[in-house]
Protein backbone atom coordinates (compact mmCIF):
# COMPACT_ATOMS: atom_id res chain seq x y z
CA UNK A 1 0.00 0.00 0.00
CA UNK A 2 1.18 3.46 -0.96
CA UNK A 3 1.72 5.61 1.89
CA UNK A 4 -0.25 8.67 -0.25
CA UNK A 5 -3.04 6.44 -0.15
CA UNK A 6 -3.00 5.56 3.27
CA UNK A 7 -2.40 9.39 4.56
CA UNK A 8 -4.07 11.15 2.04
CA UNK A 9 -6.75 9.04 0.11
CA UNK A 10 -5.03 9.37 -3.40
CA UNK A 11 -4.33 6.59 -5.49
CA UNK A 12 -0.80 6.00 -6.03
CA UNK A 13 0.46 4.06 -9.65
CA UNK A 14 2.31 0.84 -8.82
CA UNK A 15 6.22 -0.13 -10.47
CA UNK A 16 4.72 -3.75 -10.73
CA UNK A 17 1.98 -4.21 -13.12
CA UNK A 18 1.77 -8.05 -11.96
CA UNK A 19 2.20 -10.11 -9.45
CA UNK A 20 4.14 -13.94 -10.39
CA UNK A 21 3.26 -16.63 -8.10
CA UNK A 22 6.95 -18.50 -7.54
CA UNK A 23 5.35 -21.75 -7.04
CA UNK A 24 3.00 -22.51 -9.45
CA UNK A 25 4.04 -19.51 -12.01
CA UNK A 26 0.82 -18.18 -12.18
CA UNK A 27 0.34 -14.29 -13.44
CA UNK A 28 -1.86 -11.79 -11.06
CA UNK A 29 -2.74 -8.58 -12.63
CA UNK A 30 -2.63 -6.00 -10.60
CA UNK A 31 -6.13 -4.99 -11.37
CA UNK A 32 -7.70 -8.33 -9.44
CA UNK A 33 -6.67 -6.66 -6.17
CA UNK A 34 -7.69 -3.38 -6.65
CA UNK A 35 -10.90 -4.11 -5.77
CA UNK A 36 -10.04 -5.83 -2.20
CA UNK A 37 -7.39 -3.06 -1.88
CA UNK A 38 -9.89 0.12 -1.68
CA UNK A 39 -12.18 -2.25 0.21
CA UNK A 40 -9.88 -2.51 2.97
CA UNK A 41 -8.65 1.34 2.19
CA UNK A 42 -12.48 2.25 3.49
CA UNK A 43 -12.58 -0.07 6.24
CA UNK A 44 -9.35 1.81 7.38
CA UNK A 45 -10.83 5.58 7.22
CA UNK A 46 -14.27 4.43 8.35
CA UNK A 47 -12.15 2.73 11.62
CA UNK A 48 -10.06 5.78 11.76
CA UNK A 49 -13.05 8.37 11.63
CA UNK A 50 -14.84 6.40 14.73
CA UNK A 51 -11.45 6.20 16.53
CA UNK A 52 -11.14 9.82 16.24
CA UNK A 53 -14.97 10.40 17.11
CA UNK A 54 -14.42 8.71 20.03
CA UNK A 55 -11.05 10.79 20.83
CA UNK A 56 -12.85 13.88 20.61
CA UNK A 57 -15.81 12.83 22.64
CA UNK A 58 -13.59 11.69 25.02
CA UNK A 59 -11.23 14.76 25.34
CA UNK A 60 -14.61 17.15 24.89
CA UNK A 61 -16.16 15.25 28.30
CA UNK A 62 -12.69 15.61 29.98
CA UNK A 63 -12.18 19.31 29.34
CA UNK A 64 -15.90 19.94 30.54
CA UNK A 65 -15.33 17.79 34.03
CA UNK A 66 -11.67 20.17 34.36
CA UNK A 67 -13.74 22.93 33.95
CA UNK A 68 -16.43 21.97 36.29
CA UNK A 69 -14.16 21.17 38.76
CA UNK A 70 -11.97 24.04 38.65
CA UNK A 71 -15.43 26.41 38.86
CA UNK A 72 -16.06 24.85 41.88
CA UNK A 73 -13.31 24.94 43.47
CA UNK A 74 -12.30 28.88 42.67
CA UNK A 75 -16.13 30.07 43.74
CA UNK A 76 -15.77 32.36 46.69
CA UNK A 77 -16.98 30.90 49.86
CA UNK A 78 -18.40 33.00 52.46
CA UNK A 79 -17.44 32.38 55.99
CA UNK A 80 -20.47 31.50 58.19
CA UNK A 81 -19.86 34.07 61.68
CA UNK A 82 -22.53 33.22 64.55
CA UNK A 83 -22.63 35.64 67.39
CA UNK A 84 -20.65 34.64 70.01
CA UNK A 85 -17.81 33.73 67.47
CA UNK A 86 -14.15 35.43 68.47
CA UNK A 87 -12.95 37.10 65.28
CA UNK A 88 -9.51 38.87 64.93
CA UNK A 89 -9.85 42.10 63.74
CA UNK A 90 -7.00 44.14 61.91
CA UNK A 91 -6.94 47.98 62.13
CA UNK A 92 -4.08 50.15 60.55
CA UNK A 93 -2.46 52.61 62.65
CA UNK A 94 -2.00 56.16 61.60
CA UNK A 95 1.16 57.07 63.00
CA UNK A 96 4.17 55.72 61.44
CA UNK A 97 6.99 53.51 63.05
CA UNK A 98 10.22 54.82 61.88
Known amino acids: MARVTAFIGLSATTPLPAFVNTVTKDI ?11 KHMDELHEAMEQLYRE ?3 TSAKKRRQ ?3 RQAKSKAVQ ?3 FEIGNFVLV ?8 K
Do not use: E, P, T, Y
Not at 28 to 38: G, N, Q, T
Open 28 to 38: ADIDLFDSMRK
Open 55 to 57: VAA
Open 66 to 68: ARD
Open 90 to 97: GQVSRQGN
Open 78 to 80: LQQ
